[in-house]
């Protein structure tokens, strides 16, 4: 049986309905895995791992979320990855496949007429 992980992505932790949502994964005892900005968020009373990416103080310098955002990156690049090579061979068949099926369906886009 293949096990289901359910991540949450969010920097403060101000969205009630994301937290609703951790709250029925957990009573589904889906593992739960948070990434965020810090550990004061209300999420993880319901997670088992919680990544921490650190408190970014981009509203006081006026950078949007530009920090926030890149930290969120790296850090679903290095999970992604890490996932993959626990078994190349078979995440390097599913993503071939994968490209495959874009490939295809960009090809039936080609061939739709648009009217504007």
């Known amino acids: 049986m293949q096990e289901i992980v359910f991540l949450s992505f969010q920097i403060a932790g101000e969205h009630n309905e994301l937290e609703a949502i951790a709250r029925v994964a957990s009573d589904y005892h889906l593992f739960l895995i948070s990434l965020m900005g ?7 009373n319901y997670t088992d791992i919680d990544l921490i990416y650190g408190e970014t103080d981009e509203s006081e310098v006026r950078m949007a979320a530009t920090t926030s955002l890149t930290a969120q990156l790296f850090m679903i690049n290095v999970l992604y990855y890490r996932y993959l090579s626990l078994d190349f061979s078979n995440s390097l068949d599913l993503v071939t ?8 369906y960009k090809k039936h886009l080609s061939n739709i007429e648009f009217e504007h």
């Open 38 to 44: 810090n550990k004061e968020n209300p999420i993880t």
């Open 97 to 104: 496949q994968s490209k495959m099926a874009l490939n295809n």
